[in-house]
């Protein structure tokens, strides 16, 4: 199954922890925020409406943190 985040859901992470495949990220791309499964080093969105991101050379990118649990409102 494959994550589903929506506005206003309570995202519980871990932060400082570095991001293996298959993880659930935070991600911070060039000051954007994405939440996205982190595999071989790309953000794959499972939302059709959305792309995966492939970091280049001279993006900036960081890890917020893996999400460990999800809360509906």
Not at 26 to 32: H, R
Not at 45 to 71: K, L, W
């Amino acid at each position: 199954m494959e994550p589903a985040f929506f506005q206003d859901d309570l995202v519980f992470v871990e932060p400082s922890k570095p991001a293996v495949n298959g993880d659930v990220v935070i991600a911070i791309i060039n000051g954007d925020r994405f939440i996205k499964p982190f595999r071989d080093g790309e953000f794959v969105s499972v939302n059709p409406d959305h792309h995966t991101i492939v970091p280049g050379d001279y993006d900036d990118v960081r890890i917020a943190g893996i999400v460990r649990t999800c809360r509906k409102p």
